[in-house]
């Protein structure tokens, strides 16, 4: 049939693979299913057969360009929540971190809310990402005892 490239005819071959595998199709996919048959079958297809077979392969590969524009949205998406959650597993871990050597040391502390233990954390925590983790500001840079040249 005139009108549709190679290109589109192979999609419309493996959409109708895909729609013949569905335990519900839709009417238009069924519809769309049973025309591309139709003219793969060599039957001659009426002008507004043709018509409708040329509007429904557009709106299946329509249909499968928002399907991958999801899937990619949802990708995006998945990657935030799992950085959110690897932040605040690190996040946990630190605050115990933090407890144990409070523990360890046998130290008195009872924080009155989150200030405090931002307190605790800022004497605690060196690491710049660590740091941020908890909108702490990094450390002023230390300079290296290899680097120095026993001036001061």
């Known amino acids: 049939m005139s009108g549709i490239s190679d290109k589109m005819a192979a999609f419309a071959v493996e959409r109708v693979a895909y729609i013949s ?6 009417e238009q996919q069924t519809m769309f299913a049973e025309l591309w048959q139709k003219r793969e079958g060599g039957a001659e297809l009426s002008v507004a057969e043709t018509r409708a077979l040329k509007t429904l ?3 299946e590969k329509a249909a499968e360009k928002s399907a991958a524009a999801s899937r ?16 605040e597993t690190r996040q946990k871990i630190l605050l115990g971190a933090l407890c144990m050597k409070l523990i360890n040391e046998r130290r008195d502390f009872t924080a009155n809310g989150w200030a405090d ?33 026993g001036l001061f």
Not at 75 to 86: C, D, G, S, V
Not at 119 to 140: N, Q, V
Request: aromatic share 6%; net charge positive; glycine share 2%.
């Open 21 to 26: 595998k569905l335990k519900n199709p839709s």
């Open 72 to 87: 990619a949205a949802r990708r995006i998406l998945n990657a935030e929540k799992e950085e959110a959650r690897k932040r």
């Open 117 to 149: 233990w931002k307190r605790e954390l800022d004497g605690f925590l060196t690491k710049t990402a660590d740091r941020a983790l908890f909108d702490l500001p990094p450390l002023a840079e230390q300079p290296d005892p290899a680097e120095s040249d």
């Open 57 to 59: 392969l557009a709106a």
